[in-house]
């Protein structure tokens, strides 16, 4: 049985962690391309003494890389703006994706699956843990609505410089706040990328400023006399890559079944994965 070709969209951090793991996993053959925002450059996975080169394709040279690949998934981790211009390539030419990379227009890249013949796994967040954190809250705000109404709500999330958007998960929580009665808004939400900020007054290893993702939600009562505090702070970028690698078998086994305009989440991951 031949291997499954896994190609990468985005050759930063997170690209290069999945690279090396999916060097190390049986059944999975990286792409010798990866798509990138630039032509012309490359990426080296693996020690040193024994390295692979990956070439790097530009936006003008995508759409050849990816029909001369012909990857059975394509993994994005790339930039905000690339979101539904990537997507939408990856559905007109045929290949299943996880999408990793927040920011774009959310709906237009559901929609854009749906309308298609192929499906893929859209997570704002690949954390198994911190996913199955969200699916409580969100069982929460469905079941006891209205439960802390009259709240108030300070959001505060910090990632790594470079992150220009506002995280996907703390988004998410928010519409979760919402459901459970507290009157809260996307742009209410304290988005810290000082790495001074962060080392200084929140705490972060300086080992960790250039990749880490700390979320704090901190509700409090009318009367000041109740306070709620729920936090999640992850340093490094392992649990990511732990939450891709589950991603990828779950979308090769959808694949197998000849999935088509179907959109799933990591919670969709996580729930196949408890059932094995």
């Known amino acids: 049985m031949g291997k499954n070709k896994i190609m990468l969209a985005g050759p930063g951090n997170m690209g290069t962690m999945i690279g090396r793991r999916i060097l190390t996993e049986n059944g999975l053959e990286l792409s010798k391309t990866a798509l990138a925002e630039d032509n012309g450059g490359k990426m080296r996975l693996g020690p040193e003494a024994n390295f692979l080169t990956i070439k790097l394709a530009g936006m003008d040279f995508q759409r050849r890389a990816i029909i001369d690949e012909n990857p059975d998934v394509i993994i994005d981790f790339t930039h905000p703006d690339s979101v539904n211009r990537n997507a939408e390539l990856y559905c007109e030419l045929g290949i299943p994706f996880i999408m990793g990379t927040t ?7 559901k929609e854009t699956v749906e309308e298609s013949d192929i499906c893929a796994v859209i997570a704002p967040n690949m954390a198994p843990q911190i996913v199955a954190f969200q699916a409580m809250m969100e069982y929460a705000a469905n079941t006891f609505p209205n439960a802390f109404k009259g709240y108030g709500l ?3 999330e910090s ?7 506002t995280s996907g ?15 809260f808004e996307i742009e209410d939400i304290i988005k810290v990328r000082d790495p001074v900020v962060q080392r200084i007054e929140l705490g972060v290893p300086e080992e960790h400023l250039d990749g880490h993702g700390w979320h704090s939600y901190y509700l ?21 890559v732990d939450g891709v690698m589950l991603a990828i078998s779950f979308l090769l086994s959808k694949i197998e079944k000849n999935c088509k305009g ?3 989440s990591m919670i969709d991951v996580l729930k196949v994965g408890q059932s094995q």
């Open 220 to 240: 409090l009562s009318a009367d000041g006399n109740v306070r709620f505090e729920f936090k999640h702070n992850v340093n490094g970028r392992e649990i990511y």
């Open 159 to 165: 990632h790594q410089e470079p992150k220009k958007d």
């Open 154 to 156: 300070v959001t505060r």
């Open 262 to 264: 179907k959109v799933f």
């Open 169 to 183: 998960t703390a988004k998410a929580m928010a519409g979760y706040y919402n459901k459970l009665g507290i009157s």
């Open 103 to 109: 920011g774009g227009e959310r709906g237009h890249l």
